[in-house]
């Protein structure tokens, strides 16, 4: 009789339940978070394990892949799949959230995750700290801004060291608001340096992988965005067709459709928002500072046209994922396509 087992993980314990292929509980504990832990309380308990289940979260990542490393059939399911299963019970708890996995693995409803490799979540990491680096330096920027116009000061439009160099010179005779200024332009330029570092890191990842060279092909795609891009896919056989990665990224409309209505509505905004972002701001470029003429700015030039740009640079944020995942599985390079060629295309 095969058995299916479902975890609600926590930081410390982690409730286990074991049900036969009828649904039935045949044990239940709480065990420590430790994949040895668990391990053995499997082993132990359900010696014919079919399915063993977790949600998303925090700690999911670790916990699947060493679990995985011991054999075990484990799966990976959407957090908000099973939250619509299991906020039928009447009763939320530990306990019942494990046995509600199980018999969701027992079942088959469930929607796996795919768990990306270790080297993936170490590229995001470096992209992550990097982008709330950015952000914490414009937060600052903002705040000097701020403070200096309540004096009558206004830095104006301003770059790199020359923003340092303006506000030194307006704060100039002005002692009690250096006091409060001067930290923040420190602050700002220790974040600048480490930006920069990060930013030298990416550039050292991107030059050492091919497949990054080759997204870099594209016009408006970046070392940040295309290595965003590989460590987000991770793996690009697991989409059967291209233009699947637009749904996955959340750049692709949402429908409702019930008896006589039948509307659409914004695009989703699913999956990634690093990615998603990133890929946005390259089809801006593309489209409003790429001189050089494409068939795939044509394109999106001939939707502004027809709609507005913002709507443009979506659509062609959602065509650059479908390429970018064309390019890898073929390996090739983008295609440029003569401008004559383009303009009678529009």
Known sequence: MQHYVGLDVSLK???????????????????????????????????????????TR?????????????????????????????????????????????????????????????????????????????????????QIGGLLKNFGLVIGRAKMTTFTTRAEELLDGQPALSAAVEPLLKAREAL??????????????????????????????????????LATIDDPARFKKSR????????????????????????????????????YEAANVLLTRIAKWSALKAWGMRIAKCRNLNKARVAVARKLAVILHRMWMDGTEFSWSSQGAAMQAD
């Open 58 to 142: 925090a700690t999911s990542t670790w916990l699947w892949t060493e679990l995985n490393k011991r054999g075990l059939p484990v799966v990976c399911i959407d957090a908000r799949h099973a939250k619509a299963a299991l906020k039928m019970q009447i009763n939320k708890s530990d306990r019942n959230d494990a046995a509600g996995i199980a018999r969701i693995m027992q079942c088959g409803w469930y929607r796996e995750v795919r768990v990306k490799d270790l080297d993936s979540y170490a590229v995001r990491a470096l992209l992550s700290s990097r982008a709330l680096l950015v952000a914490l330096k414009r937060d600052l920027e903002n």
């Open 13 to 55: 314990q982690t409730a286990v339940c074991v049900v036969d292929q009828t649904g039935k509980i045949k044990r239940e504990s709480m065990v420590a978070s430790d994949p040895d832990e668990i391990a053995r309380f499997i082993v132990a308990h359900a010696p014919q394990v079919a399915l063993v289940g977790l949600e």
């Open 244 to 279: 699947a990665v637009g749904a996955y990224v959340g750049l692709t409309t949402r429908r409702y459709a019930s008896g006589e209505t039948d509307r659409t509505g914004r695009i989703s905004k699913c999956g990634d928002a690093m990615l998603r972002s990133y890929l």
């Open 192 to 229: 600048g340096k480490q930006i920069a570092d990060l930013d030298r890191k990416v550039l050292r990842l991107a030059r050492s992988a091919p497949q990054i060279r080759r997204f870099m092909t594209v016009p408006g795609v970046g070392p940040i965005t295309a290595l965003c891009y």
